[in-house]
């Protein structure tokens, strides 16, 4: 009788259970459960999967190999570093040539290199994690933080002897305009020369406290938010950091950003532990093609010489191929990677998105929004990739591309400047989208 009842009681319950998951609700959960769990992001890179299993074709990518052994051939590049990553998976960490001809020195793919504009990204996020603390609003004034900005004025003219003429500024510059290169703010000129700004990074004993307050005294080029001006707002940005967080800027970043996402060899300056991976410059000009070695100076030497107290958010920062990979798979991510979460998924939106109106970022029809190049559908068709892609490049020729629709990411690095090759970088990617085969 016992054995009876038990028997019943489990078809009972068998019964129950079969109705339960025919029932179209629970199956609809069931289905979304499961995407949720396929569509978790990866909190660290995978290896060992062929390409073809992430939608890559293993036969095509070595046009990549191809492209950049030629240039390598025709001495427009000395060496190459690239890593491409799709759903987390490494699908390519290479690299190519030398990283000193001279010595007979081949380049590795743990390789340090000066990436410049590169930068910028890196401080954009640092300004936008405070911005999620609510330290501050987007529109806010800047003289709010650096009362040097206060009563700016627009530019007129500029005389043989640096003096100028100007007029009051009609509205005041706001942290969004510094975020999207619209703040009337330049690189170098005869003004900043003479006021001592620094043009990119500085080996002498300086601070950007020192000199953002007197870039700030300085007129502008025109009204806040009626161009695209390229130029040192990102400088601004790191010393605004210093004043908002109370902590010195290259502190922050390696607090903030850099240790939680393991980004072990990104810095402002490289130590005597790691100076032999600093990758040599080359520079291209006269009227033959073909790099010789960069003379030593500033330009070459500002990582592993000097004061080492000025930190350029704009273009002082030093890392490798691998390391920023791993903060763009963190924007892929929706702002998490190892394990730590820097942004919101609704913050990244905000950042890559229009955010400079009718504007256009030069002649490349594309749009900018807080800290980086957006691709529009206009700026799609000169080139494979994907609308709402982003990214930008550092002038010493390295260049990483972010594109969320395809959870794809690309991070190439050169080192020669000034270059007559521009646009290699632009055929890498070209190389890159072909593979796919999806």
């Given at each position: 009788m016992l054995c009876n009842n038990m028997i019943d009681n489990r078809l009972f319950q068998f019964k129950i259970l079969m109705k339960i998951q025919m029932n179209p609700t629970f199956l609809v959960v069931t289905f979304l459960l499961s995407i949720n769990l396929f569509a978790q992001k990866p909190q660290q890179f995978s290896v060992g999967l062929p390409p073809e299993k992430v939608?890559?074709?293993?036969?095509?990518?070595?046009?990549?190999?191809?492209?950049?052994?030629?240039?390598?051939?025709?001495?427009?590049?000395?060496?190459?570093?690239?890593?491409?990553?799709?759903?987390?998976q490494i699908v390519m960490d290479k690299a190519f040539g030398m990283n000193d001809i001279e010595a007979k020195k081949a380049l590795k793919s743990n390789d340090i290199f000066r990436i410049m504009s590169m930068s910028k990204a890196l401080t954009t996020t640092a300004v936008m994690m405070l911005y999620e603390e609510g330290r501050f609003n987007l529109d806010d004034p800047?003289?709010?933080?650096?009362?040097?900005?206060?009563?700016?004025?627009i530019l007129d003219s500029v005389y043989k002897d640096s003096t100028?003429?100007?007029?009051?500024?009609?509205?005041?510059?706001?942290?969004?305009?510094?975020?999207?290169?619209?703040?009337?703010?330049?690189?170098?000129?005869?003004?900043?020369?003479?006021?001592?700004?620094?043009?990119?990074?500085?080996?002498?004993?300086?601070?950007?406290?020192?000199?953002?307050?007197?870039?700030?005294?300085?007129?502008?080029?025109?009204?806040?938010?009626?161009?695209?001006?390229?130029?040192?707002?990102?400088?601004?940005?790191?010393?605004?950091?210093?004043?908002?967080?109370?902590?010195?800027f290259d502190k922050f970043l390696k607090q903030r950003v850099f240790e939680p996402l393991g980004m072990n060899d990104t810095g402002f300056y490289v130590d005597d532990t790691k100076k032999d991976r600093l990758v040599k410059v080359y520079e291209e000009i006269g009227t033959e093609p073909g790099i010789t070695p960069r003379p030593q100076n500033e330009w070459t030497e500002y990582p592993v010489t000097g004061a080492k107290t000025y930190f350029s958010g704009g273009a002082g920062l030093t890392s490798t191929t691998q390391d920023y990979a791993k903060f763009c798979q963190m924007m892929l991510?929706?702002?998490?990677?190892?394990?730590?979460?820097?942004?919101?998924?609704?913050?990244?939106?905000?950042?890559?998105?229009?955010?400079?109106?009718?504007?256009?970022?030069?002649?490349?029809?594309?749009?900018?929004?807080?800290?980086?190049?957006?691709?529009?559908?206009?700026?799609?068709?000169?080139?494979?990739?994907?609308?709402?892609?982003?990214?930008?490049?550092?002038?010493?020729?390295?260049?990483?591309?972010?594109?969320?629709?395809?959870?794809?990411?690309?991070?190439?690095?050169?080192?020669?400047?000034?270059?007559?090759?521009?646009?290699?970088?632009?055929?890498v990617q070209q190389l890159i989208y072909q593979s796919i085969i999806d």
């Open positions: 939608g890559f074709s293993a036969e095509r990518l070595n046009h990549i190999e191809d492209l950049i052994n030629r240039k390598i051939n025709e001495k427009r590049i000395p060496g190459a570093t690239v890593f491409i990553a799709r759903h987390g800047i003289s709010k933080y650096i009362p040097a900005f206060k009563n700016s004025q100028y003429k100007a007029h009051p500024a009609k509205k005041e510059i706001t942290i969004r305009h510094l975020l999207t290169h619209t703040a009337g703010i330049p690189y170098q000129n005869k003004l900043y020369e003479k006021a001592g700004i620094p043009f990119y990074f500085s080996v002498k004993p300086e601070k950007i406290s020192e000199t953002i307050p007197r870039l700030a005294a300085l007129p502008k080029m025109h009204e806040a938010g009626e161009k695209f001006t390229y130029g040192l707002n990102t400088d601004v940005l790191g010393y605004f950091i210093e004043v908002i967080s109370g902590m010195p991510n929706g702002g998490s990677f190892n394990n730590k979460k820097l942004l919101s998924r609704k913050t990244i939106e905000l950042m890559t998105m229009n955010q400079i109106g009718d504007l256009e970022v030069w002649d490349r029809k594309n749009k900018f929004g807080l800290g980086f190049e957006i691709y529009t559908e206009k700026g799609h068709v000169k080139l494979p990739s994907s609308v709402g892609a982003f990214e930008w490049g550092g002038m010493y020729y390295t260049h990483y591309t972010i594109d969320p629709k395809e959870d794809l990411l690309m991070v190439v690095f050169f080192q020669v400047f000034p270059s007559k090759g521009w646009g290699i970088e632009k055929q």
